[in-house]
């Protein structure tokens, strides 16, 4: 049971390149989510998904895409990366928005952007 | 959403109790009081939440004050394992203006643990 894992754990760019970042579960989890966070701040939310097909803007969605084609996996896209997106993104999975779930975060991804 | 407040920073000496105070001052009757703590380079982790009634579970003690507006995660016995930032969040509904189930990250405490 690996339960949140993330891919790739570093990754640089220059701006304008394009990337795309992986997150996986294993837990049969309806919920997941993509986070950043930058230093010396707690973590903010970029854009999350309530099951298999849909998705949902957070608080910092601007200059990312997402997408939820199978349940166990979530997809961060950077269309034209730009050095403010340098940052660490953390994905994390829940079972639902009962008020009770915890969420389970991945290890986390470190992007830099030049 | 509902805000909490929490000290930038604390420091502990290993295998003493700590007390890490959260005030939710705003806290609605059916809001959840949610900890989760980030050890140094890895993502955040859950470690203990609770509605009225204090909680134990075998990471930490939560001690919730009987207004709610206030509450205290408890450690024990310190281990320099420890050592990370606790945050304190609390989780409201969406029929209360709260959101889909994502948590709302502030700063949290920085907890130093001495050996």
């Known amino acids: 049971n690996a339960g949140v894992t993330q891919t790739p754990k570093f990754r640089v760019l220059k701006t304008g390149q394009s990337m795309t970042l992986l997150c996986a579960q294993d837990m049969n989890h309806e919920y997941m989510y993509w986070y950043r966070q930058d230093p010396g701040m707690g973590l903010r939310l970029i854009h999350y998904s309530v099951g298999e097909g849909t998705t949902a803007k957070g608080e910092v969605p601007d200059g990312y895409n997402v997408s939820r084609l199978k349940k166990q996996n979530f997809l961060l896209g950077l269309e034209s990366a730009a050095p403010s997106q340098t940052s660490v993104y953390f994905c994390?999975?829940?079972?639902?928005?009962?008020?009770?779930?915890?969420?389970?975060f991945g290890p986390g991804t470190r992007l830099t952007v030049l | 959403d509902a805000k909490t407040t929490q000290p930038n920073s604390m420091e502990s000496n290993e295998e003493e109790p700590v007390h890490l105070p959260c005030n939710h001052s705003?806290?609605?009757?059916?809001?959840?009081i949610h900890w989760y703590r980030q050890l140094p380079s890895q993502g955040p982790e859950y470690v203990i939440h609770?509605?009225?009634s204090n909680v134990n579970n075998r990471m930490a003690s939560l001690a919730i004050a009987e207004d709610r507006k206030s509450s205290t995660l408890i450690l024990h016995r310190a281990t320099l394992r420890d050592a990370a930032v606790y945050y304190c969040i609390l989780r409201r509904g969406v029929n209360y203006g709260g959101s889909q189930g994502n948590l709302i990250f502030g700063k949290g405490t920085k907890l130093s643990v001495k050996p």
């Open positions: 705003t806290i609605s009757g059916t809001d959840y």
């Open positions: 994390a999975s829940g079972r639902g928005s009962d008020l009770r779930d915890t969420q389970y």
């Open positions: 609770g509605l009225t």
